[in-house]
Nanobody
Framework: QVQLVESGGGLVQAGGSLRLSCTAS???????????MAWYRQAPGKSRELVAA???????NYTDSVKDRFTISRDNLQNTVDLQMNNLKPEDTAVYYC?????????WGRGTQVTVSS
């Protein structure tokens, strides 16, 4: 059974850093079985938005508001997709979700809360 579990969220002051990890189980993490992976976030009262995405070919995209601050990466040995977040801002406060497209099916984690205080 495929399962994604996010970790690494928490409370941080503006300008600080956090590293989120999404650990995948029940899937083959290497090769092209994992078509794409991404991090989304949802702030209170707002719709869920794409933060960063990485294809199996290595193409990476970021939403404009996090460019040069966030980095998405993949660790095939640990079966994780990580999001390094630097220079955090209060507007980054949200629940962060990872999504992995595995053999064409999207799987989501339950999310991890990130709160940035000013």
């Amino acid at each position: 059974q495929v399962q994604l579990v996010e970790s690494g969220g928490g409370l941080v002051q503006a300008g600080g850093s956090l590293r989120l990890s999404c650990t995948a189980s029940g899937m083959i993490f290497t090769g092209f079985a994992v078509n794409a992976m991404a991090w989304y976030r949802q702030a209170p009262g707002k719709s869920r938005e794409l933060v960063a995405a990485r294809t199996s070919a290595g193409d990476i995209n970021y939403t404009d508001s996090v460019k040069d601050r966030f980095t998405i990466s993949r660790d095939n040995l640990q079966n994780t997709v990580d999001l390094q977040m630097n220079n955090l801002k209060p507007e980054d406060t949200a629940v962060y979700y990872c999504k992995i497209r595995y053999y064409g099916t999207d799987y989501w984690g339950r999310g991890t809360q990130v709160t940035v205080s000013s």
